[in-house]
């Protein structure tokens, strides 16, 4: 079989291991003969105005001195922290010019096939794969890298029992022109019937980007957000540093925000067209209406409501849509466990970083999933929700350490900062340029390794500064500040006596 490595996405996870894995140290992953089969990913399809809740500095590296295009959100009365966001137009304009890098540098090695893989198209085939696409087109590769991101939405039973309910009410009733009910990605791509009543089910960023395409575009006429733990999980799991902030101001502001889960959902046959017809029953959990207290803690900023038992209730209201954002299916179409074949999905084990890349012990941060042959590799966000497999999601909370070692911005668990910097680790990629290097998400021994090669310093000194900068960054909101490396080399000067000129880390490059 022909050492061909077939790399199974084209988004931010393949893009950022294909070029990760040229540059890296790891032999295992450099291939003279590359195959990356994959349609475009989810920002390329959205508006390209769209925030995406990271920042340039943690989503994409400086390939060109051009500062990339991002949106700022403005000061909330609240305190929330504001911030210069990426925009989905520019981190689509970034994968671009990756992938045109690569086919410079690999101009006979490598190809782009837009297709995705079957259901269970990866199967073993003697010591290699066959990966077999949707076209019938079958491929043999001696390494397989799926790298195809978090999978479809995921839904909940009580969701996909509302979803069958529609289904069969068309024998009765004719079918609206838009979806009743949706996932939050299609819906804020929509462009929906205006002055809808809609629910926002869920408290992740998926759920306030709906909210906002709901709110800001005029598609709701009246609309409700509801996850389980409320305002509580809105404002930091799913938004930390401020981000989404407008449009969560705007629900608090006015009370559109409940604690609550949905128990039933029905359909209405005899509303009229433009009546809303899903009827949802909830159990809401009470809340005091008027009590919201706003913590600061380490720079992450809190909004909480006292709970109140005595208040929780069940209601029944009508919607136009329900849009949900309850999570990924790995398993779901196209997604990293749908297209592996069973016998696959189940010999995948836990990949670790060594070395103390993060200053951690060899079983304390994931970063890929593998084969027992380490032929095939799961990579990036497909990591995050352990392919479908139940042993290996129970484990993705050591996925999401990566990001305590990152700006806060960078902590959402599936997030591209995240991805690119667990990639970086397997592959073992590290910058030596002190022009290019990437000090919002180089791992603790690549800024130990930079300090070695820049000034010969001892590994104990290297230690110490790396473990500092890292904290440092892991307090601050968006990015290291370039005053906070500047005062640490001073500090170690003075403390230690080391001699290290700021001078050589080459720093206006670097923050250019």
Same mark, same amino acid.
Request: proline fraction near 5%.
């Given at each position: 079989?022909?050492?061909?490595?077939?790399?199974?996405?084209?988004?931010?996870?393949?893009?950022?291991?294909l070029?990760s894995?040229?540059?890296?140290?790891?032999?295992?992953?450099k291939?003279?003969?590359?195959?990356?089969?994959?349609k475009?990913?989810?920002?390329?399809?959205t508006?390209?105005?769209?925030?995406?809740?990271?920042t340039?500095?943690?989503?994409?590296?400086?390939?060109?001195?051009?500062?990339?295009?991002?949106?700022?959100?403005?000061?909330?009365?609240?305190g929330?922290? +504001?911030?210069?966001?990426?925009?989905?137009? %520019?981190h689509?304009?970034?994968?671009?010019?990756?992938?045109?890098?690569?086919?410079q540098?690999?101009?006979?090695?490598?190809?782009?096939?837009?297709?995705?893989?079957?259901?269970?198209?990866?199967?073993?085939?003697?010591?290699?794969?066959?990966?077999?696409v949707?076209f019938?087109?079958?491929y043999?590769?001696?390494?397989?890298?799926?790298?195809?991101?978090?999978?479809?939405?995921?839904t909940?039973?009580?969701?996909?029992?509302?979803?069958?309910?529609?289904?069969t009410?068309?024998?009765?009733?004719?079918?609206?022109?838009?979806?009743?009910?949706?996932?939050?990605?299609? &819906?804020?791509?929509?462009?929906?019937?205006?002055?809808?009543?809609?629910?926002? &089910?869920?408290g992740?960023?998926?759920?306030?980007?709906?909210?906002?395409?709901?709110?800001?575009?005029?598609n709701?006429?009246?609309?409700?957000w509801?996850? !389980?733990?409320?305002?509580d %999980?809105?404002?930091?799991?799913?938004?930390?540093?401020g981000?989404?902030?407008?449009?969560?101001q705007? #629900?608090?502001?006015?009370?559109?925000?409940?604690?609550?889960?949905?128990?039933?959902i029905?359909?209405?046959?005899?509303?009229?067209?433009?009546?809303?017809?899903?009827?949802?029953? #909830?159990?809401?959990?009470?809340?005091?209406?008027?009590?919201?207290?706003?913590?600061?803690?380490?720079?992450?900023?809190?909004?909480?409501?006292?709970? !109140?038992?005595?208040?929780?209730?069940?209601v029944?209201?009508?919607?136009?849509?329900?849009?949900?954002?309850?999570?990924?299916?790995?398993?779901?179409?196209?997604?990293?466990?749908?297209?592996?074949?069973?016998?696959?999905?189940?010999e995948?084990?836990?990949?670790?970083?060594?070395?103390?890349?993060f200053?951690?012990?060899?079983?304390?941060?994931?970063?890929?999933?593998a084969?027992?042959?380490?032929?095939?590799?799961?990579?990036?966000?497909?990591?995050?929700?352990?392919?479908?497999?139940?042993?290996?999601k129970?484990?993705?909370?050591?996925y999401?350490?990566?990001?305590?070692?990152?700006?806060? #911005?960078?902590?959402p668990?599936?997030?591209?900062?995240?991805?690119?910097?667990?990639?970086?680790?397997?592959?073992?990629?590290?910058?030596?340029?002190?022009?290019r290097?990437?000090?919002?998400?180089? !791992?603790?021994?690549?800024?130990?390794n930079?300090?070695k090669?820049?000034y010969?310093l001892?590994d104990?000194?290297?230690?110490?500064?790396?473990?500092?900068?890292?904290?440092?960054?892991?307090?601050?909101?968006?990015?290291?500040?370039?005053?906070?490396?500047?005062?640490?080399?001073t500090?170690?000067?003075?403390? &230690?006596? +080391?001699?290290?000129?700021?001078?050589?880390l080459?720093?206006d490059?670097?923050f250019?």
């Amino acid at each position: 079989m022909p050492p061909i490595q077939i790399v199974i996405g084209n988004g931010s996870s393949a893009l950022n291991f294909l070029q990760s894995a040229l540059h890296g140290s790891e032999a295992k992953f450099k291939s003279g003969d590359i195959l990356v089969i994959g349609k475009s990913d989810l920002w390329s399809r959205t508006a390209a105005t769209h925030a995406m809740g990271q920042t340039p500095a943690l989503l994409q590296r400086q390939l060109t001195g051009q500062r990339p295009t991002s949106v700022a959100e403005m000061p909330r009365a609240t305190g929330l922290p +504001t911030g210069d966001y990426l925009t989905a137009g %520019a981190h689509t304009q970034h994968l671009q010019s990756v992938r045109q890098s690569l086919l410079q540098k690999l101009p006979s090695g490598i190809e782009f096939l837009d297709d995705s893989v079957r259901p269970g198209g990866v199967v073993r085939d003697g010591t290699g794969f066959r990966v077999t696409v949707t076209f019938g087109t079958t491929y043999e590769a001696s390494q397989v890298i799926v790298a195809n991101g978090l999978g479809t939405a995921a839904t909940l039973p009580v969701l996909d029992l509302g979803i069958q309910a529609l289904k069969t009410s068309r024998i009765h009733a004719a079918p609206r022109g838009y979806s009743e009910i949706v996932d939050a990605v299609t &819906y804020y791509n929509s462009n929906p019937p205006a002055q809808h009543d809609v629910l926002i &089910y869920g408290g992740s960023a998926t759920s306030s980007w709906a909210a906002y395409h709901a709110w800001k575009a005029g598609n709701a006429r009246q609309m409700l957000w509801m996850c !389980r733990r409320g305002i509580d %999980a809105i404002s930091t799991e799913g938004n930390p540093v401020g981000r989404n902030s407008e449009v969560i101001q705007m #629900a608090v502001k006015n009370k559109l925000i409940e604690a609550g889960e949905i128990k039933a959902i029905a359909v209405n046959l005899g509303a009229a067209p433009d009546e809303p017809r899903l009827m949802v029953s #909830a159990e809401l959990l009470g809340v005091d209406p008027d009590a919201m207290t706003r913590t600061v803690k380490d720079g992450q900023v809190t909004l909480t409501k006292k709970m !109140r038992p005595d208040l929780n209730r069940t209601v029944t209201c009508h919607f136009h849509q329900l849009v949900y954002a309850v999570g990924s299916n790995p398993l779901g179409d196209g997604g990293p466990g749908n297209i592996l074949d069973a016998t696959l999905r189940n010999e995948l084990l836990p990949v670790y970083a060594k070395n103390f890349q993060f200053m951690t012990g060899d079983s304390d941060i994931l970063i890929a999933f593998a084969t027992p042959d380490e032929k095939l590799y799961v990579v990036g966000a497909s990591v995050f929700g352990g392919v479908g497999v139940p042993t290996l999601k129970a484990i993705q909370a050591k996925y999401s350490k990566v990001g305590a070692y990152l700006p806060t #911005a960078g902590t959402p668990p599936e997030g591209i900062a995240i991805l690119s910097t667990a990639i970086d680790a397997l592959t073992r990629h590290m910058i030596t340029d002190p022009a290019r290097f990437d000090w919002n998400r180089a !791992r603790p021994d690549e800024i130990l390794n930079l300090f070695k090669r820049v000034y010969g310093l001892e590994d104990r000194y290297g230690r110490m500064i790396a473990k500092l900068l890292v904290e440092r960054r892991a307090d601050s909101k968006f990015a290291l500040p370039r005053e906070v490396i500047e005062k640490a080399v001073t500090d170690m000067n003075e403390v &230690y006596r +080391t001699k290290m000129d700021l001078n050589r880390l080459q720093l206006d490059a670097a923050f250019a």
